[in-house]
């Protein structure tokens, strides 16, 4: 079976793993007090330009989500964030359990405009509602699409005057920065968000995401707030390891590249095939639509995950990630081909 | 410099690190629903005699003991424990934060006496105080130190009369099964408890916690409890393949037994050196009275933890672990006789 | 200034008043134990055929809907409600605060359909999103509107099959209860909802809610609950009085009738007017659309609330409570009937 | 039976019931806003000579404590307190529920010393411990007695000193305010605290109490605290009228005095009869040491509380209240003298 289910389907980067063994005789200090957390913490300040953020690694992409808007929020602040966005869909109430409502915004592509903002603010005028008080979007979105420099700017000057933060959630920030219609460097991220995490679990990693929070104001204390939610690895020097090895060189980037050159392959080949898309594809997150007996056929040969079901058809999300070659691609591929020819002659 | 400060410092166990490696080709199913998390369990269930129990895999022992807590309790239910257990002290309030008070029993050694819970049951009348519900114990303690068969069977009992769970941190559990004066096996805590965790991270894994949950009507939505709480591991496989290593042989005893072999001869040598013992050691958690001077220099030889200092002598708190071997230890002891003396000579 | 804003604008009822007079000599034993208090559950059980059910007394309507559904649901449980469900609009985010998420169904006047209830029902397949598990409904609701017998029951039976808890705010229940088109009785409620709660504070009370569980499972340890959310009244007896005078005649029902009456001269008055309604009225709330002029020029002489503001006109709510008269009624008319001259006349 | 149980048994004072008749006729904003609540501000700035305090009205204590501590401390802060305080026992896990930890510090006589909140403070060091934030007082205690000015003083002075915010229960306000051995004036409580409440439950109310907040930080946003936790009353305008009542003239004063005389003769005459006291009496609360067989024997004469058991005695606390008078503590005494005797016979 290929896979193409995700792109957290592998152990981790063989990069990542010789780090690791090349280290196992040495012992360090708990609790990321060592000195390969601090090694990849300046890294991550070089590489992104973030000489005065503060920057933590945790495990995975829930647990940052909810710390950081938990520990930036009063009781009654909320978060302003797409209908499809991770938090409010994907989390199991994570942040509701933080004491935080979630205000949406509804959306097609996974993304919202800054006069949506603006809106939701404004509806909000009183002690018997929630106080807007954070904006919360990804990139690339939930269905992997992205946000250009200017979006993001603009979205940020809303937030600066509306009083919000924005707080940007970079699961997949690798593919993003390195997708062929990408515009936002690393450093607009420290310049034009409040806090933002940059993925390590779907890029290479065991695991281990860096949450970097650019707003001074946000800084203090969040070591509290982190071991209070269960999330301050006795082991931090894994993680300080693991980012030492994804940012020494540019494997971070390296590793999301070839993401995106697997996934441009596949959306190549689904192209010739004619295969209608969901939304047009612009990093390893491909949403196509299939009759249901061609999703039916191939799932015995390709794993997948069915996203939404419709009476005429299926939305079928495909996600390259690094243990994936152009041979896999091609067979894949033709595994769909074939599918969709035995699906016309019926 | 010789580390004994604690039982984390290293990255994990050279058979663990090879387990990963020998599979990092192949790729998973997410969030823990794969055939490595599914093994795991099972050789857990054939060593701890556990056929019914619900078994699931965690990144480190305080989120194991919040969802724990939370999932089994109602908001104004509370957990007994000794003032020194780690939920008390050493988890930021992690428990309160899920809205649940501790109840605290007085506690010298790190154990508490089943009469004690009795007693702090009975002041809990009526609904203008919490309601008891469950007990917490570690096994070793915060202080190293054992219950004994008889005494966890007869808090179980007490539980059992009183209508409260029994829960038992078993952070250290390796350390305590293969210890010379324990008389607990693994089925025992199978038996005597609603639910326990085997600690992974201080027994050689990179990080993870076994949570098994004995009691059936403390199982239900486990899962969703954990997702809402950020702890289900997009790559649960890796705390899969990690258990494997640790149980498809005997890895885990094998760790927790050398560890025990190295805090013996650490004992041995500090009684030699007429040590003043703090608390009889039972695991590797040794701690022991030394004047200020000593330890002043002995901070640049050997890394340890001051548990706690009072006006004529230090309590130290040294640590055994899988990286340690005979040498380091007679080196330690050179180093720890050679301080001592120096003192006296002053 | 004639007071049409809400139903919670004055002090209480003459009735209620004199109770408390009348006992003003008396001492009683706190927190809800007192025999008033058990004479007023004994009145309610009567009134709505609940002999099995457990009534208490709280102080409001947000607090109540608060310790509900924290005491009913598991923290991953979420509560189904219309977007414009009280919970989720007006109450500060008070659900989310005890770690709920809500679920909303978009509503235009306030009800929601049994379909729509089964559709968001399904669309929450796993641990990675919230477990529904209760239906939220207002009757009459936000907008003033009412359920119908066979609505109520269509609602109670998908939740029985789905296993979902349905909860009934009652805030406004008496003009419900008393309204024309009501097909609904007081014992329906109990055998159609899990739990509901009798508004006091609209319908003549100084504060007061009645909180009634059918559903047995739900009952236990409610005390608990309404302790530990900081709302049992050291004088609950106060709280007994008033619903003892509220029903040991038709007392709530003779109130909840006349406001019903206002109301309806009212809405008599505003059709002459050729006044359009945003809704169809059925209670107490009337919803009507005043272009901007009209809006700006009553303002100093009614008082009222602008519920929206659109391009063209404002949707205004006015409220009848029992402190008015047919009097005031004809003068409120009287001032519109001016108000839209000069408009036209403009 | 004598009602000797506690201090809101009773409805209301007289003139309070008197002040909400003389305006059943009128209405008023909601939620706070009239002129009423805006009145009853300005009588207790005046009175306590609390310019800029922000001063809101809430139903009870537990609610109160509550939303204060909620809205003044980040979620791993944590409140010092004795470990007889009602936040700490009679709360059901209130203050928990927010999720915030107690520290304890261990009392006799409800009171705590400036050095014991030192020690507590200097314990926690580092982001595994939560981080002391708040020190809640109570003046009177829960056992009746009094801090000095200096001890006050001293208190505040350390807490500016530590960074810890001074909170001060004032439940019983009234009765320490006029209590003969008392050297603390109502502006004391505006200088020397960060926030305080003046309880009106227990001083004549029907409910109500005033939290006042001195420190200009604590002040923003309070409303929505309240409200998100179900406490914004919608007749707020009852609690206005209720505390124009008490401060219009000195009624809080005078009803305070007068329970302090009642509990002076109660006191004078319980010495008369050699009854041994379980804390000198400073207040209404009045702790007394009496055998198991003359509690027995009172249980059916006199409503009381039995507040510890011991096997040789029982603690007993009587409380006075405004509907006692001369006739009945003389009453009360009697019938202990006679129960005194009657044992000494047996």
Redesign the interface.
Known sequence: MI?L??D?????H?KV?EK??A?????????GKDEKTAEAIKLIKNKFNAKSSYITFL?????????AI??FL???E?VICATTGHIN??????I???????LTINSYDGKIKKDEIVKIYNMHTD?????PKMVYISNPTEYGTLYTLLELKGIYEVCQKLGLYLYLDGARLGVSLTADTNDISPSDYVLYTDAFYIGG??NGL??GEALVINNKALQK?I?????????????G??NG?QFCALFEDDLFFEIARYINVMASLLVEGLKKLKVSFFIPPQTNQIFINLPHNVVESLKTKI?FTIWEENPTFSIVRLVT?Y?LNEDLINEALLMIEEALKNNENR
Do not use: W
């Open positions: 896979n289910q995700n957290y389907c592998g152990i981790a063989p793993l690791l063994l280290n196992q005789n040495e012992t360090y200090i708990g609790y495990a995975g992409g829930t647990i940052t989500n909810k710390i938990a520990h009063k009781p009654y909320a869909v994907h989390e199991t109430g994570a509701e359990e933080t004491g935080h409502k979630i002690e018997h509602m929630v106080k679990v779907k065991l695991m204390d070591r509290y707030a982190i071991k209070q939610n269960g999330a301050l690895s006795a082991k020097f894994v390891l794993k990630h243990l």
